[in-house]
Each structure stands twice: as C-alpha cells, then as structure tokens.
C-alpha cells in the first residue's frame, strides 16, 4: 500500500502512519477510534478499551505510540480538530446588529482567510500524489453524497472536459457493484466526504478498494476511518464561524485546481478533447455564440483534425467470401423472394393495426459525418410492440396455423380464416414455443394471443424482469433457463419434441427451416417499406444481426433486385457475440461459445442461422462489431439528435448500425475500407423503441416517455 500523505500534527495521520506496525489488538482499537470520531470525546480510556475488547495497557502503549503522554493528551488534540456541530445546534437568536451589507463581507473575510489557512498548511506532496494518480487512472470514479454530492458533481464536470473515462457514483441508483465491478488498480476513485456524513461512503470506497482501485479523499474530516482506505488524503475546513451552514469555497477551489493542474501536465491531448467538445457543441448547435455570429455551422468531417463524436471505435473485416458478381439465383429466392415477400405484405396489410413505420431523415448527422444522406428506419411503433419482431414471429405462427390446421381441415387457410370461431376453437389445441431474448418472444406471444394458441416461451439467466413481464402480458407461459441464449433455443427444441410443441424460432439448422424461413420473408416488408419512401437507392446499409435473419431480409431484398448494384451491406455485431464476423474469418459456420451476454441483448446470439448464412457468406460486403459502450451512445445521439434532426426513442439493439457507422465515418482507414464518401447515402433499421424501459432511462439518462413527449412536440411543431 502506497504510504499515506497527510498532516504530521493531524491525530488521524498518526494513526495512519502506525497502523501498519501496530499489534492485533491495538488496531481494535485504532478503528474504534476512527469509527467513533467526535463521540469518542464522551469515553474514558477504559471504556474505549472495552468496547474494543482490548485490556488498558494496550490503549495506554496505543496513545503513546503516537506521540501523546496518553488518552488525555490525545483527547485535547481531538478536541482542537474538531468542527462545530450541525446547524441545527448552531441555530441561535442573531446577535449582530449590523447590516446585510456589513454581514456579507464579514463573511467573504471568513471565507478568504480560510483559502489562506488551507493554503499555508496543505504539503505540496499531497497536490503532486493526487495530481499523478488523476493523470494516470485509466478511469476516474467521483462519489458524494449529501453535501458532499455539490462538489463532487463539479469535480466529474470539470475533470471530464480534461481527459475522458470520468464517471460518477451518484447517479448509481444502487448499482455501485454493478460500476465498480469492472474497477481495477489503474483506477482511481474521487471521494468528497463533507459532514453530515453518508454511512454509505465507507462501503462505496470499501468495495472500490477491494476492486484494486486507488482512493483519493477530499474532505473536512480532523480523522475519519476513511483515511485507512485512502491513499491520498486532501483536508479543506468547511466549517462558517459566522454562518449557519458549511462553506465549501475552499473544496471547490482544491477540484479547480486539480482540473486545471491536471490539463497543463497533459497539455496536448486535453487541448484535443476540448477541441472535440467545442466542435460537438458546435453540431449540437445548443450553447449561446461567443462570438458575433450567433450559430456556427457544423465543420464536414474532411475539414476536422478530430473527431466530431466521442464513439467507441469499430472492428471491421471485409468479408473475403463476398461476390457482388454472383447472381441471386433460383436456390436464395426459395429463401428470400419477390414472390414471398408479396404473400407476406398482402397477409399482414390486413391485420388490424398495420401501417408504414417511420423514415427518418436525419441530415444534421450526416453533415457531421461528411456523407450526403442518413436515413433511420424506425420499427419501434410496429403493431404497439415496440420492435420489427412483430413481421416476424407473429407472422410465422400465422403461417405455421394456416399450414397445420390446413392439412388437418384439407383446405388452404389465410390467416382471416384463423379468425373464424370453428378454425380458432381447433388453434386452441396447438401451442407454439421458442427461445428469446425478449422481441421475438413478443412478437410469438402476441400471434399466439391473437389467433388463439397456447404459447410456451423460453427466456435465459440474463433476459430483463421487464422483456419477461412483456412477454407473459399477452398470456404466455414464460420459462427461464440457465444459460446463455443458445442454450435457451436447445432446451425448447427438447421440450418442443417431448409435448409436442411447435417451435417458431428465427434461427434456423439443419431440419429446421420452414419456420425460420417465414420469419425472414416477414423482415423483408420493413425492408421493402423503406426502398418504397427513398428517392434513391441507399449506397450503404448498417444493419445488426444477432442470429442473422433480419441482415439477411436486408441483403437479400437489395441483392435480389440490384445485383452487383446493390448497396454495401455492413453487418453489425456485438463484440461479445461476433458468431458472423468469426464465421467469416472461419469460412464456415463458426459458434461462440462461453460469456455471450452483452448490454445489446437482442443480438446476444452465439451461433448464425444456416438461412440466413446461405445470404451472408457470399452477400455481405463487411463484418463490424462492436463494444457495449457504443449502443448507450448512439442511444443518446438519437434521443437528443444534432440540429434539428427528429428525436427518436431507439432501444440498445437498435442502434448498433448507428454506432457502428458513426465510428467508421470517423476512422480514415475504416471509412476508405468501406467506401464512404461524401456522396454516400445511409440506410439503417432502428429494430427496437425501448423495450426495456427501466434499462433505457438508466442509459439514456431520461425516461423513454419523456424523449418520446419531446419527439411528439417536434413533430406537432413541425
């Protein structure tokens, strides 16, 4: 543990500088004593040395160990460092006569003469140790409560236009184990510690602790049991002798300096991220000119030495099997066809609830990103779902009934018929199931629902309580299993066979394909839709896969009819469940096993459907992934757009095109690997509004209703 920087004549940095080489015992009560604080000045050392269960030789060598003739002695320095009490105590009759004027400056003089004070008495060594630990964490973490919370909201403001990774604690909700998880010892966390003091804190820096991170500590404590978690203390009285309430000019003016030291020590790349926020502020068009020219208009991409939008990068490959010279051919329109896609637009124009989804142009991003248009297919009002699912699953139990119970009754059924009383009363005999990671299992429990079968759906360890309430809404049995997707799909395949249940799954093997087949064709209308809005062609499409059917629709709608025409088709992926892109590098169908899970839980899939493959391996131009960090960001992009683009609710596995297309436009090399240019035309399929609302105001910062009422006013205004 690195050796503590701290006040010789302060009680608490004695403790600190003995600990180490105190006995068992005498470290019983070298905590009780931090613990306690300004109580313990109500015990007699054989009080304190029983409630530490420690005998009165022992306290005696204790307090001599550090310095004090005894307990008395130690007593008195306690005594001298201690602040006044809370402002209840403090609330008195007023005393003074003097006027409001006159009080003011009484209490600027309290004020300056405590700068001075801290000033003169605050080692250098401590600034510098502070300064080093804040210029090498790979990730800072702020905390405060209370009180406390003012100041450490500053220093997370300031801090995070100096260097990035900067996150806060406060804004937690409880999930500080969740955050401090991914903690390590290249971290450091930023503590305010102001009175009263939050038993919380303790805790919070505990579990930082036991992660490995470094503590530094900024506070008013005389000595705390903080102190001992801390490798760097900064003490800043805040005690007001002449007001009711603390005064923290003097925390305040210790985090200004820290920032300001901090970007001078990392000069260069703290004047890029500066110029990266004032050129994103710039496109975001939402601070107050400081110039004469009240909106300074976004800078194209080829005239920045920087990047407009801080995404995480992209990983791409392309793909070595494509071949924009093969012709779609007779084997992938039994797949994906014209004639299929026509069958299924016919069927689902007649469901109630059927309309076009929304084509967003968003032409501000594009500006930012140097390309001449971006278009956002938004699938997240299909059918009062919340996600292009519904094409998919609900149709595919439609067409799986027509199918069963046409064979049964020797006649072709429509889905209208599954409607009639007689048809519905024998789909009362049928149950389907499937696997999920919470869409398609909706969309299957919502066909079910409407055409009258039973519905057994499978859910894994990591699907939400709120994907799960979704699905048991429109009346289906849910099952949770361990495991990972994959091993969801498997257990109800096994369950399917064993009580002869219909599986209505969007992935598709050997022995399967029906099924998964008629959720593709189902895709491919949302696709269909968007060719039918664009006055052109788009020259790109970022689409997500997760098991590939929904890339597919898109490749395929576009390869069937453009040819060697058609748009580059870039398929995107989480980088914790790249099963395309390592099949790709593979050259053949390649699973990903282990930890799959990803914070984009609609593509959290392990192993590619064959389907969709027989599209892909020769289709897709390139594979992307990438990391979780990317979708909260584009989520935030679309919730709160540049300019005057439309606000949009998109949920984390729809945005994985965005991010992804965001950052290759960023990247020089990427973005020649890719062909943008800034005459590209961008297409991608928002595939999901919040689905999970409680996940989506955790990431975006603001309830999905909330974004979703601004975007209603936008469009009214417009």
């Not at 923290?248 to 820290?258: E, G, H, W």
């Not at 969309?443 to 990591?462: L, N």
Request: with cysteine.
């Amino acid at each position: 543990m690195t050796e503590p920087l701290l006040l010789p004549s302060d009680p608490e940095s004695r403790i600190r500088h003995a600990y180490g080489r105190l006995s068992e015992a005498e470290r019983k009560l070298a905590d009780l004593v931090l613990g306690r604080g300004r109580a313990l000045l109500g015990y007699s050392a054989t009080e304190l040395a029983g409630l530490a269960g420690t005998s009165k030789s022992t306290a005696a060598r204790f307090f001599r160990s550090l310095g004090y003739a005894g307990y008395g002695d130690f007593r008195q320095a306690v005594r001298a460092a201690q602040v006044p009490p809370s402002p209840l105590e403090r609330m008195e009759p007023p005393r003074r006569k003097e006027g409001l004027g006159e009080q003011f400056k009484a209490h600027l003089r309290d004020d300056a003469l405590r700068l001075q004070e801290w000033a003169e008495t605050l080692p250098d060594a401590q600034m510098e140790a502070a300064l080093e630990r804040l210029s090498r964490a790979r990730k800072v973490w702020v905390v405060g409560y209370r009180h406390s919370h003012v100041t450490a909201f500053y220093a997370q403001a300031l801090l995070s236009q100096v260097r990035g990774d900067v996150l806060t604690l406060n804004d937690a909700a409880g999930r500080e184990a969740d955050l401090l998880a991914s903690a390590s010892d290249k971290d450091v966390v930023l503590a305010v510690d102001f009175r009263r003091r939050s038993l919380r804190l303790p805790r919070t820096l505990a579990a930082a602790r036991s992660a490995g991170a470094q503590v530094l500590v900024l506070t008013d404590a005389p000595f705390s049991a903080l102190a001992l978690q801390a490798q760097v203390v900064l003490r800043c009285a805040a005690s007001h002798p002449q007001g009711l309430f603390d005064s923290y000019v003097c925390a305040m003016s210790v985090v200004n300096f820290l920032a300001a030291a901090l970007a001078q020590r990392q000069r260069h790349s703290t004047h890029q991220r500066l110029e990266r926020i004032e050129r994103l502020h710039v496109a975001l068009n939402d601070l107050e000119s400081l110039g004469a020219t009240p909106v300074v208009p976004a800078v194209p991409l080829k005239d920045r030495m920087t990047a407009p939008l801080p995404f995480p990068s992209v990983t791409c490959l392309i793909n070595p099997a494509r071949d924009r010279s093969a012709p779609y051919g007779p084997h992938r329109q039994a797949i994906l066809g014209a004639e299929a896609l026509a069958r299924a637009e016919q069927e689902l124009s007649q469901w109630e609830g059927h309309a076009p989804t929304p084509l967003h142009r968003l032409p501000a991003l594009a500006e930012v990103l140097d390309v001449a248009e971006v278009h956002y297919k938004d699938e997240g009002g299909r059918f009062g779902l919340g996600s292009f699912k519904a094409l998919g699953g609900a149709y595919a139990v439609a067409r799986l009934l027509c199918r069963e119970l046409g064979a049964r009754l020797g006649r072709t059924l429509g889905t209208r018929d599954l409607l009639s009383p007689a048809v519905r009363a024998q789909c009362a005999e049928i149950t389907v199931t499937c696997a999920t990671d919470g869409n398609h299992g909706r969309s299957v429990a919502w066909g079910a629902q409407r055409f009258g079968c039973r519905c057994v759906i499978y859910v894994h360890a990591t699907v939400s309580e709120g994907r799960e309430q979704a699905i048991a809404h429109y009346g289906a049995e849910v099952v949770r299993t361990p495991g990972n997707y994959d091993d969801a799909v498997r257990q109800a395949d096994a369950d399917a066979r064993a009580h002869g249940r219909f599986v209505i799954s969007d992935t598709s093997y050997p022995g399967y394909m029906d099924v998964p087949r008629d959720v593709m064709q189902g895709y491919q209308l949302m696709v269909h839709e968007a060719a039918q809005a664009l006055a052109q062609r788009p020259t790109h499409v970022f689409v997500q896969a997760g098991v590939g059917g929904l890339a597919a629709a898109v490749c395929a709608y576009f390869w069937e009819r453009d040819g060697g025409q058609r748009p580059t088709c870039v398929v995107v992926e989480p980088d914790r469940a790249d099963c395309l892109m390592q099949s790709a590098r593979a050259g053949q169908l390649t699973a990903v096993t282990g930890d799959i899970d990803t914070l984009m839980a609609g593509l959290a899939c392990g192993e590619v459907s064959h389907l969709a493959w027989d599209i892909l391996e020769p289709g897709a131009d390139a594979f992307c992934v990438i990391p979780d960090a990317a979708a909260p960001a584009a989520m935030r992009l679309m919730a709160h757009p540049l300019g005057r683009d439309p606000v949009v609710v998109a949920g984390e596995s729809a945005v994985a095109g965005v991010a992804a297309a965001v950052a290759a436009c960023q990247d020089l090399a990427t973005r020649a690997a890719l062909g943008l240019t800034a005459e590209s035309r961008l297409l991608f399929f928002g595939s999901e509004s919040a689905t999970d609302p409680a996940l989506y105001a955790a990431l975006v910062g603001e309830s999905a209703a909330s974004v979703a009422a601004r975007a209603a006013a936008q469009d009214r205004a417009a």
